[in-house]
C-alpha cells in the first residue's frame, strides 16, 4: 500500500472541471461540505467561468435520513435561477456510501421539469486512483441526456479527454476539415455541438481516458470505436491520421499529411540531434493521463521515457504496447510509497509530476515539469513547440545555482 | 519653427544634484535643513520628499525675485538665526538654483552668524543625482569625529538616502542580518542616522556601500583616506545566493564563523524555492527592469531573478553605463538614458510579462496594455513603503519573487476567468479555419501556467464577437479578442502570427501612423462626444483608450460610452 497518492485531486475534481467548460450544462456537486470546498478550489484553477460550484452540502441528518429531498430541491433551485439544459449531479463518495437513490430523483424531476435533462456520474469512491476518468464519468453522462440522430454518411468522431479539449482540437479538425471528412469531435465548448457526437459513423478516441465514452456511444448510438493511437508526436499524429484516411479512401488526408510531415520532419531532425546529445531519461509520473501521451512525444524526441500511468484501461494498455515496441518506453505499474523512491531508482533527467509533487521533486534538484500544465497536446505544432523549447523551459541552470549555493552554504 | 524631434524627455524623470544633495541631508535625525531657495522650489521639494519617506524637516529663506536679484545674504543671516536658535545638531545649507546662478555668499553668512556644525552644499546645476549625493556625503564628513575608538565588529552601511527607493527596507533587513552574525551597524550614512551617528561614523571598523551603482562609492574612498575604514561593495546583498556572498565576505572580514547562521538562512530560502508557486511561475516569466534611478537594483534584480529563479530579462533601462555592461551579459536590450518614449517602444518590442520601474514607467505601459507593474524606483507620485518589503537580503530575495508570483500569476489568472455566474449558453458559433490555425500558434505563445484557461478565454471571447456581429469566427475577431483579452501583453509576438491583411488590429507598433477614429473598432456604442475625445489620445493608444473605456463603462453597469464616461474614465486613471 502506497504512503501518498501522486495525483492532481479526486476525479469529482476533473468531473466538475470538464463539466464546468460546457455551456448549457451546470455541475452539481451532490457530497458534504469538506467536498464541496475542496473541489470548489481545486477546479478553480481550470475552470473558464461559472466559477461557483452547486452543491447540496450533504449534512449529518442527510446522512441519516436521506439526502434525496436537498437533492431534488437543490435541482430545482438551479433550474428556476439558470435554467440550464442539462444538470449533471456529481455523486460523490458520501452518498454512495449511504445508498442514495439518485437515479429515483431523477425519474422524479423529469417528470416535474420535462424541460429539464439531469443526469449522474459517480466520482469519488468510484474511480479512488484515477483522476482523469472523472472526465470519462461526466462525458457520459452528458451523452446519456442526448437523443438519437441520424448519422451522417462517412462522417468520424474523434473522442477528447478532458474538457480542456473543448474547443483545443483545431489541430487535428483542421485536417479533416481539409480533406473533406464530416468530422465530429468530443468534447465541444457547447452542449448542441457536443450533442452531435452521436451523428458519426465511426468513432475514434484520441488519449487513453475515454473507453466509457466510446462504449457508452457505441451501445447506445451505434457506430463503431476504434482505437488507433493517441494522435501526438510526429509519428502518432501521422499514424492516426493515416489511419483513418486509409478507412475514409481519402488520397487528400495522405497529401496533407505528406505535406506536414515534409514541414515538421527538419525541426524533429534538430530536437531529435538536441535530445541525443543531452541524453535525457524522463520520469513521467501519473497526470490527467498525458503522463503517457506527453511521455510518447519525448519518446519521438529520443528520450528515455519512464511512465507511472494514472490508469490502466483498455485504451491504455493498447497505447503501452506501441510505445514499448515503437520507443523502448518503460512503464512502472507497481506501487511505490514515495516518489522519492523512484527519482533514486531511475535517477531522471527531469521529471513530469503534478503540483504536489513538486516540493519533493525540486528539494532534490531535478528539474520538473508540472504535468497539468501541458495539455491539449495533439498534432504536430505542439510537439515540435515542446522539444523546441524543452531545454530552455527545464532552466537547468538555475538547478545548478542552486546546487553551488547549497553545496557552500547549505551543509 | 524649431525641429523638435532631437528632444529628449528624459529628464522628467530624472531627479538632479539638487534633489540629490537634499535627500542626502533630509533624512539625518536631530539636523536641520535649510533650502536657500524661492518658495516655490521649496514647496516642491519639500512636498516630493513626502511622497516618499515618512517625515522630513525642511526650512527655507522663501527667496522673492528681488532677493534674488539684490542679494539674498540677508535672508539666508535671518533663517539661519532662526533655525540655530532652535539648538539642532547640525545644520545644512543646501543652495537652490537660482542662488548658485548669482552666488549668494552663504559662506560669509555662515561665518558671521557664527553658527556650529553648520554645512553648505552647493550642488552644481547640470549636476546629477549622485554628484547631489556626493557632494551632501562627503561634505557631511566634516562633522565626522575622527579621533573616536572603533567598536568592535561594526559596520557603517552607506549610500541610503531619502527618496532612494525601498531603502528603510533594505537597511532593515541588512542589520537584521549582520546582527544574525554578531555584527552591529554602527551608523547608516544618511537616512535614518541621528546626526550623532553621522559624527561617530568613524567608530566602525567597516563600510558597506550597499547601493554601489548608485551613490556612496566616492564618500566610502574619502572614508577610507581620512578615517582609514576600508569599504566593501562588491557584492549586492540581492538575491539568496548573493545575500550569502555577501554576508559570508562580511563575516570573513572580521573573523566571524557563519557558517550556522548561513546555512539556516539557505536551508529556509531552498524550502521556499522548492514550493509550488515558485519555479512553476517564475520559469516561464518574463521581466524588464526600468530602474535609471536605481542602478544597483537594475543589476542585483537582475541577476537574482535570471539566474536563482529563471524569468528571462527581456529589457533593462538604466542610467549607468557599468551597471548596463553588466546586465547585457544576460540581456540583449539595454537601454542607457533612455526617453520614456524609447522605453515604451521596447516594451511594445519585448512584451514582459511585468515590469519594475517608476511611475512614467507603470503610465506608459498601462497605456500599452500592460497590467503587471512592480514599483521599484522613484518618481513614484504616491507610494507608501515601509521597514517590511525588502528588495534586498534573505528576507528581499523572498519578498522579490512573492511579489512577483503574487502580481502576475493572480493577474494573469484573473485575466483568463469569466464571470462567477455567467450565462449558461451563448450558442454555437462555427469558426474560420485560418482562425482555429492563429489560435493554436497564439497558444504557444502563452506560458504553460496560464495556457489552457487562457485559450478558453479568448475562444469564448472570440465566440462572443462573432455572435454580435452576426458572422463566423474570422481571423480579423480573433486577432481583436487575443489583442484585448490575451493575459498581458504579448502583441509583439502576436505579429508573427498574423498576416498583415487579417487587420482591423490596432497599429500598435506604428507609432506615428495616424490611427483614425473610424478604424477603431468598438464593442459599445459611442457618442460622438465620447468619439471626439479620442482625438486627443496618441494614435498608438487609441485602440487600447476604446477597450480600456469599455471596460470602464462595463464595469460601472453601462451598456454605452458617453462624453461623460469618457472623462470619468480619464479622471479616474489621474489624467
Known amino acids: 500500500m502506497p504512503l501518498k497518492h501522486y495525483e492532481h485531486c479526486c476525479s469529482t475534481i476533473q468531473a466538475l472541471a470538464s463539466l464546468g467548460k460546457i455551456e448549457g450544462v451546470i455541475p452539481l456537486l451532490h457530497g458534504p461540505q469538506p467536498c464541496s470546498y475542496q473541489n470548489q478550489v481545486g477546479s478553480m484553477s481550470c475552470r473558464p467561468a461559472n466559477l461557483v460550484t452547486a452543491g447540496t452540502l450533504v449534512n449529518k441528518s442527510d446522512v441519516i435520513f436521506g439526502g434525496e429531498a436537498g437533492l431534488k430541491q437543490q435541482v430545482k433551485n438551479l433550474y428556476e435561477k439558470y435554467h440550464p439544459r442539462v444538470i449533471v449531479i456529481i455523486n460523490t463518495c458520501i452518498p454512495q456510501l449511504i445508498g442514495e437513490d439518485i437515479e429515483g430523483v431523477i425519474i422524479e424531476l423529469k417528470q416535474e421539469i420535462p424541460d429539464l435533462k439531469v443526469s449522474t456520474c459517480l466520482t469519488g469512491f468510484n474511480y479512488p486512483r484515477s483522476m482523469p476518468l472523472g472526465s470519462d464519468a461526466a462525458w457520459v453522462a452528458v451523452i446519456d441526456t442526448s437523443e438519437k440522430q441520424a448519422k451522417v454518411p462517412g462522417s468520424i468522431g474523434l473522442i477528447g479527454r478532458t474538457g480542456q479539449d473543448a474547443g483545443n482540437l483545431a489541430c487535428l479538425e483542421m485536417f479533416f476539415k481539409k480533406a473533406e471528412i464530416p468530422c465530429f469531435v468530443f468534447p465541444t465548448p457547447h452542449l448542441d455541438s457536443m450533442s452531435s457526437i452521436v451523428r458519426a459513423e465511426k468513432y475514434y478516441p484520441i488519449h487513453i481516458t475515454p473507453w466509457l465514452t466510446c462504449r457508452h456511444l457505441s451501445e447506445h448510438f451505434d457506430g463503431d470505436v476504434e482505437f488507433i493511437e493517441i494522435p501526438v508526436g510526429i509519428q502518432g499524429t501521422s499514424n492516426f491520421l493515416r489511419a483513418i484516411a486509409e478507412r475514409q479512401n481519402s488520397q487528400k488526408l495522405h497529401d496533407l499529411v505528406d505535406d506536414e510531415e515534409k514541414r515538421v520532419r527538419p525541426e524533429l531532425e534538430k530536437i531529435r540531434a538536441r535530445f541525443a546529445g543531452e541524453k535525457v531519461r524522463m520520469l513521467m509520473v501519473d497526470g490527467p493521463a498525458n503522463e503517457v501521451s506527453v511521455g510518447k512525444i519525448f519518446a519521438e524526441f529520443g528520450a528515455e521515457v519512464f511512465v507511472v500511468p494514472s490508469m490502466k484501461n483498455k485504451f491504455y494498455q493498447q497505447e503501452k504496447k506501441i510505445m514499448q515496441e515503437r520507443y523502448g518506453v518503460t512503464f512502472i505499474e507497481e506501487d511505490f510509497d514515495l516518489l522519492g523512491d523512484i527519482i533514486d531508482a531511475v535517477k531522471p533527467t527531469a521529471v513530469s509530476v503534478e503540483f504536489q509533487a513538486q516540493p519533493e521533486c525540486v528539494s532534490r534538484l531535478v528539474p520538473t515539469f508540472i504535468n497539468m500544465l501541458y495539455l491539449c497536446e495533439y498534432g504536430y505544432d505542439y510537439a515540435i513547440d515542446l522539444g523546441t523549447n524543452f531545454f530552455k523551459n527545464m532552466h537547468r541552470p538555475v538547478y545548478e545555482t542552486w546546487q553551488g549555493l547549497m553545496k557552500k552554504y547549505g551543509g | ?575
Not at chain 2, 559662506?107 to 549636476?127: A, C, F, Q
Not at chain 2, 568613524?202 to 548608485?214: G, H, M, Q, S, T
Not at chain 2, 557584492?235 to 550569502?244: L, R
Not at chain 2, 510579462?353 to 507603470?362: H, Q, R, S
Request: glycine share 8%; aromatic share 10%; charged share 25%.
Open chain 2, 1 to 575: 519653427m524649431a525641429d523638435t524631434k532631437d528632444f529628449k524627455m528624459q529628464e522628467l524623470h530624472t531627479p538632479s544634484a539638487f534633489e540629490g544633495a537634499l535627500w542626502a541631508c533630509l533624512g539625518i535625525k536631530g539636523a536641520d535643513t535649510i533650502f536657500h531657495s524661492p518658495p516655490g522650489c521649496y514647496i516642491n521639494q519639500h512636498v516630493n520628499a513626502l511622497v516618499n519617506d515618512w517625515t522630513c524637516e525642511l526650512y527655507s529663506t522663501n527667496l522673492s525675485y528681488a532677493h534674488i536679484m539684490q542679494g539674498a545674504e540677508d535672508r539666508m543671516e535671518s533663517t539661519l538665526k532662526k533655525i540655530a536658535a532652535k539648538k539642532p545638531g547640525a545644520i545644512m545649507i543646501v543652495t537652490a538654483p537660482t542662488v548658485e546662478v548669482t552666488r549668494d555668499d552663504v559662506e560669509g553668512v555662515v561665518k558671521k552668524v557664527g553658527s556650529r556644525d553648520t554645512l553648505i552644499i552647493h550642488p552644481p546645476i547640470g549636476g546629477s543625482l549622485v554628484e547631489g549625493k556626493e557632494a551632501a556625503f562627503i561634505k557631511l564628513l566634516d562633522l565626522v569625529d575622527a579621533n573616536v575608538e572603533k567598536i568592535p565588529k561594526s559596520v557603517n552601511i552607506i549610500g541610503p538616502t531619502f527618496s532612494t527607493f525601498n531603502w528603510r527596507a533594505d537597511v532593515y533587513e541588512l542589520t537584521r542580518m549582520l546582527a544574525g552574525i554578531g555584527v552591529t551597524v554602527n551608523c547608516v550614512y544618511t537616512a535614518g542616522a541621528t546626526i550623532e551617528q553621522i559624527k561617530n561614523a568613524a567608530r566602525a571598523e567597516l563600510n558597506l556601500c550597499i547601493y554601489p551603482f548608485d551613490s556612496g562609492m566616492g564618500v566610502a574612498r574619502e572614508m577610507e583616506k581620512r578615517f582609514g575604514i576600508p569599504c566593501k561593495a562588491d557584492i549586492i546583498p540581492i538575491g539568496f545566493g548573493n545575500s550569502a556572498a555577501w554576508l559570508e565576505s562580511v563575516a570573513a572580514f572580521f573573523k566571524i564563523d557563519a557558517k550556522k547562521y548561513l546555512k539556516e538562512c539557505m536551508a529556509n530560502a531552498f524550502e521556499f524555492i522548492s514550493s509550488n508557486m515558485v519555479f512553476t511561475v517564475t520559469f516561464e516569466m518574463t521581466a524588464a527592469l526600468s530602474l535609471e534611478n536605481h542602478n544597483t537594483y537594475a543589476v542585483g534584480i537582475s541577476e537574482f531573478l535570471n539566474k536563482e529563479v529563471g524569468v528571462s530579462i527581456v529589457m533593462a533601462a538604466l542610467s549607468n553605463p557599468e551597471a548596463g555592461s553588466r546586465i547585457k551579459k544576460l540581456c540583449d536590450n539595454v537601454l542607457i538614458n533612455a526617453t520614456i518614449e524609447e522605453k515604451r517602444d521596447k516594451f511594445v518590442e519585448t512584451g514582459p510579462m511585468v515590469i519594475y520601474g517608476n511611475f512614467y514607467d507603470k503610465k506608459v505601459s498601462m497605456d500599452a496594455g500592460f497590467k503587471n507593474f512592480i514599483f521599484s524606483d522613484i518618481p513614484t507620485i504616491g507610494y507608501l513603503s515601509s521597514e517590511n518589503c525588502p528588495f534586498m537580503g534573505f528576507m528581499g530575495a523572498k519578498y522579490l519573487v512573492e511579489g512577483l508570483v503574487n502580481e502576475v500569476y493572480m493577474g494573469i489568472f484573473l485575466e483568463t476567468k469569466g464571470e462567477m455566474m455567467g450565462p449558461i449558453s451563448s450558442g454555437v458559433v462555427a469558426w474560420d479555419m485560418a482562425a482555429e490555425q492563429a489560435m493554436l500558434k497564439v497558444g504557444e505563445m502563452i506560458p504553460h501556467f496560464v495556457r489552457a484557461t487562457a485559450l478558453k478565454k479568448l475562444h469564448q471571447e472570440s465566440e462572443k464577437l462573432a455572435q454580435e456581429r452576426g458572422t463566423n469566427v474570422t481571423v480579423g475577431i480573433f486577432r481583436e479578442v487575443s489583442d484585448k483579452f490575451t493575459p498581458t501583453k504579448f502583441k509583439a509576438k502576436f505579429s508573427q502570427v498574423f498576416d498583415d491583411d487579417t487587420a482591423p488590429a490596432p497599429a500598435i507598433d506604428a507609432e506615428d501612423e495616424e490611427v483614425p477614429i473610424s478604424s477603431l473598432t468598438f464593442t459599445l456604442s459611442w457618442d460622438d462626444a465620447a468619439k471626439g475625445m479620442l482625438e486627443l489620445v496618441p494614435s498608438p493608444f487609441r485602440q487600447a483608450a476604446v477597450s480600456g473605456t469599455e471596460d470602464y463603462a462595463r464595469e460601472h453597469g453601462r451598456s454605452d460610452v458617453i462624453g461623460a464616461t469618457v472623462e470619468e474614465f480619464r479622471k479616474e486613471l489621474g489624467m
